[in-house]
T-cell receptor, first 112, second 116 residues
Framework: LAKTTQPISMDSYEGQEVNITCSHN???????ITWYQQFPSQGPRFIIQ???TKVTNEVASLFIPADRKSSTLSLPRVSLSDTAVYYCLVGDMERIRNKLIFGAGTRLAVHP | DAGVTQSPTHLIKTRGQQVTLRCSPI?????VSWYQQVLGQGPQFIFQYYEKEERGRGNFPDRFSARQFPNYSSELNVNALLLGDSALYLC???????????????FGNGTRLTVT
C-alpha cells in the first residue's frame, strides 16, 4: 500500500479556501486516492475519491497532477464546522477491500 | 435511511473482563469491518466480514474475535481486556464484497471502551 504524507495540522479562518496536500510518491497504477473527514467522537466520513485530474462534489474538490504523486483536497469557504481531522488514503480499492490504512491525518482548525 | 449503528455508545470494563460490541450495517450492505482508534491516531483495521465469512484480519491478538449474522449485523468480542484496549471501536459497512471505487466505507460513530 502506498504510504502517504500530509501535514499534521493546519489553521484557517472562516470564509477562506483550505488546501490540504497529501504526498504519495509510490502510488501504484491501480490505486485510487480517497479522503475522509472525522469529527471528535464520530466515525470517519467519506468526502471524495479520485484517480486523476480533478474531481468535484458538493463538499470539496480533489486535484491530482499528471504524475499522481500527490493530491490536494480543496475545501471552499470553510466554516467553523469544518474543524476536523482529514485523512488521505491511497490504495487499490478492489484489492484492499475494507482494509483501509489510515495515517495520523491533518487536524484542521477553523477560527472565527 | 439509517446509517451504521453501534451499541453501546460507551462502556467501562475492568482488566481481564470480556466485552461484546454490536454493529448494524446500512440496509443492503453485506460487508462489515471493524476498526480500533486510539486517541490521537487514525483508525486501525481489525476485521472484515462478508456474507458471514472473515475476509480480512489486521494485526491484532487472538483475544479479538468477530462474527457476522445472517442479517449482516456483526459483533466484535474482546477477551481478557487490557488497559491498552481502551479506544474508540468503529464499525463500517459497504456494499458488495468491500470498499471499491464509488462504494466507500460508511462508518458508525463507534463504541467508546474504557478499561480500568
Amino acid at each position: 500500500l502506498a504510504k502517504t504524507t500530509q501535514p499534521i495540522s493546519m489553521d484557517s479562518y472562516e470564509g477562506q479556501e483550505v488546501n490540504i496536500t497529501c504526498s504519495h510518491n509510490n502510488i501504484a497504477t491501480n490505486d485510487y486516492i480517497t479522503w475522509y473527514q472525522q469529527f471528535p467522537s464520530q466515525g470517519p466520513r467519506f468526502i471524495i475519491q479520485g484517480y486523476k485530474t480533478k474531481v468535484t462534489n458538493e463538499v470539496a474538490s480533489l486535484f491530482i497532477p499528471a504524475d499522481r504523486k500527490s493530491s490536494t483536497l480543496s475545501l471552499p469557504r470553510v466554516s467553523l464546522s469544518d474543524t476536523a481531522v482529514y485523512y488521505c488514503l491511497v490504495g487499490d480499492m478492489e484489492r484492499i477491500r475494507n482494509k483501509l490504512i489510515f495515517g495520523a491525518g491533518t487536524r484542521l482548525a477553523v477560527h472565527p | 435511511d439509517a446509517g451504521v449503528t453501534q451499541s453501546p455508545t460507551h462502556l467501562i470494563k475492568t482488566r481481564g473482563q470480556q466485552v461484546t460490541l454490536r454493529c448494524s450495517p446500512i440496509s443492503g450492505h453485506k460487508s462489515v469491518s471493524w476498526y480500533q482508534q486510539v486517541l490521537g491516531q487514525g483508525p486501525q483495521f481489525i476485521f472484515q466480514y462478508y456474507e458471514k465469512e472473515e475476509r480480512g484480519r489486521g494485526n491484532f491478538p487472538d483475544r479479538f474475535s468477530a462474527r457476522q449474522f445472517p442479517n449482516y449485523s456483526s459483533e466484535l468480542n474482546v477477551n481478557a481486556l487490557l488497559l491498552g484496549d481502551s479506544a474508540l471501536y468503529l464499525c463500517a459497512s459497504s456494499s458488495g464484497t468491500g470498499a471499491s471505487y464509488n462504494s466507500p466505507l460508511h462508518f458508525g460513530n463507534g463504541t467508546r471502551l474504557t478499561v480500568t
